[in-house]
């Protein structure tokens, strides 16, 4: 089976999210906003796992 050719737009709406049960990607977003893990998970749940949302629900 040949390998799928990965695309650019299959990464970009990747990296728009926040992937909660992905523990790297939690502390990413953690360390990248000052807040804690249990915050950012906490936002996740919240407000959905947009990326952009979960930051500016993190910057209240």
Do not use: F, I, P
């Not at 970009?12 to 992905?22: C, L, M």
């Not at 977003?29 to 000052?34: H, M, P, S």
């Amino acid at each position: 089976m040949a390998a799928k050719k990965k695309t650019a737009r299959g990464r970009k709406q990747d990296r728009a999210r926040v992937a909660k049960g992905q523990d790297y990607e939690v502390r990413y977003e953690a360390e990248k906003t000052g807040r804690s893990v249990s915050a950012v998970k906490k936002a996740v749940k919240k407000v959905g796992n947009s990326r952009k949302r979960v930051e500016k629900r993190l910057a209240r």
